[in-house]
């Protein structure tokens, strides 16, 4: 059974006007391959390259004709042939040329058509191929930056370890000098109160002895050179102390940082080996989209050039510190040790002179002592002088008692009678010569006596004075701390 006519109601079969040119504008190729199907984003796994049959699946598409409701609905009653049911009837519907043009025209389309698909196959292996190379040199691209950002981590973790060794170095270097400071300052106790008690002792001197000789001077100077020492090295102490919290807030930013580029060093490394063929890739859609970047390369390099700039500069002032405290040391070691020589100097000095003057005292002492024995002896020989001119004028004076019993004319005042009363004036005067050299002796021999005890009150000061001086005070001097121990080392 044959359907005549009922073909032409068919949407493809309507003949096309023919072009004017055999083959279609590139222009108007390109506008109908791209316009006429709608695009559709390949899937990821029909974008693979080396799977060809995926392309071929989505371009199977089975033709089927269209309802005859639908191609017929557009036309009336007047344009729809008549349906002929009867082969008798004879009428023509087209000429021989209508059959050629027909088929000709076909064949122009299928060629067209075939041109277009060639072309569009043509093009989209060569823009697959295009930005196939693309996408990899950008990938390489990336892939070398992201090796040139590893790089660039790299020699600044290098750069960091470096410093934070250098500071490591410093900060233990700068510790073991404070320590020694602190050791030398804590030696400096003894000297001070030694030097103090030193003049707490003399103080105990007495009488004449508590003068401010030139042991006093040089024990208060010597206290006011260890308390200027110690000052200077308190004053050192806290700068150690804040120097050290500076270089250990250096390390910390240093060590900081060096994490932060470990971490970042880790993630770039991770990244810049990672291939297309790699394990744990995966899709995160919008990332491109967030900027959370707080640096630029300049500003992230200058960053962790300021923090070890920071760090030179604070291992800078940590040696120029140790250097300073070193010279501290010695020059404060050299200044109690001087001092130390000078009171030791002058309490030698006056030892000497103390000693002097109590030998000498002990020489005038014993001198008076004799003087007094020899003025003792002289009173006694004095007294006995004046008791023995006691009989002699007792004879005198019985004599003339006698003499004056004589009768009448025999009072003569003969030369005996005349020789009486002179002998008698005489040893009167004697007598009263004898008494006054007596007081005199005596006055002396109580001179004598006081002087001894002056003598010997001065001779126990200079004593006292000795004791303290040379056994108390320079007693305690012998312990004396040495240089090495005055410079912080044990």
């Known amino acids: 059974m044959e359907f005549v006519g009922s073909t032409l109601m068919a949407t493809y079969a309507h003949p096309k006007p023919t072009p004017t040119n055999f083959l279609p504008a590139i222009s108007t190729m390109a506008s109908s391959y791209k316009n006429h199907f709608p695009h559709y984003s390949l899937t990821h796994s029909l974008s693979l390259p080396w799977r060809p049959s995926t392309y071929y699946k989505v371009a199977a598409i089975t033709p089927t004709l269209a309802p005859f409701s639908k191609g017929s609905q557009g036309l009336t009653q007047s344009k729809m042939l008549p349906f002929v049911s009867n ?15 027909s088929n000709l025209t076909n064949y122009k389309d299928s060629e067209t058509s075939r041109h277009s698909a060639e072309r569009l196959r043509v093009d989209t292996s060569r823009m697959i191929q295009d930005r196939e190379q693309q996408t990899r040199k950008t990938q390489s691209e990336i892939t070398k930056n992201l ?38 300052l804590a030696e400096t106790e003894g000297p001070l109160q030694v030097a103090e008690e030193c003049l707490l002792h003399r103080e105990k001197r007495m009488g004449i002895d508590l003068v401010h000789d030139d042991v006093e001077k040089q024990l208060l100077t010597e206290v006011d050179v260890i308390k200027s020492c110690q000052e200077r090295m308190r004053r050192h102490l806290d700068k150690a102390i804040a120097q050290l919290a500076s270089d250990r807030a250096a390390q910390h930013e240093l060590e900081k940082d060096l994490a932060d580029k470990q971490t970042a060093h880790r993630i770039d490394d991770k990244c810049h080996h990672l291939r297309n063929t790699s394990d744990g890739i995966s899709y995160y859609r919008g990332v491109e989209r967030v900027d959370a970047t707080i640096s630029v390369p300049e500003s992230w390099a200058k960053f962790t050039d300021d923090n070890i700039l920071r760090s030179q500069s604070e291992r800078t002032a940590s040696s120029k510190l140790r250097d300073d405290i070193e010279n501290l040391l010695v020059v404060t070691a050299n200044e109690m040790w001087n001092q130390f020589n000078k009171v030791n100097v002058a309490f030698t000095n006056r030892i000497a ?29 004095i007294r006995k002088a004046i008791r023995d001119k006691g009989p002699p004028l007792k004879v005198a004076h019985t004599r003339l ?90």
């Not at 660039?152 to 170095?169: A, P, Q, V, Y």
Request: glycine letters at 2%; aromatic letters at 6%.
């Open 401 to 490: 008692d006698e003499r004056t019993r004589r009768p009448n004319v025999e009072l003569c005042r003969d030369s005996a009678q005349l020789r009486l009363v002179n002998e008698v004036h005489e040893i009167d005067d004697t007598i009263q010569s004898l008494q006054q050299r007596l007081r005199d002796a005596e006055d002396t021999l109580q001179m004598l006596v006081h002087t001894k005890s002056n003598l010997e009150h001065d001779l126990a000061v200079k004593a006292n004075s000795l004791f303290i001086d040379q056994e108390k005070c320079m007693g305690m001097r012998k312990t004396f701390p040495n240089t090495l121990r005055l410079v912080g080392y044990t």
């Open 147 to 184: 090796g040139e950002r590893v790089n660039d981590i790299i020699f600044w973790k290098s750069e960091l370890n470096h410093e934070i060794d250098e500071m490591i170095g410093e900060t233990n270097a700068l510790t073991d000098m404070k320590k020694r400071l602190e050791r030398a």
């Open 353 to 381: 002179e103390t000693a002097d003057a109590k030998n000498k005292i002990q020489a005038h002492l014993a001198k008076t002592l004799q003087e007094i024995f020899q003025t003792e002896m002289t009173i006694e020989a």
């Open 87 to 101: 082969r008798t009837a004879l009428f023509t519907r087209y000429t021989p040329d209508d059959w050629y043009k």
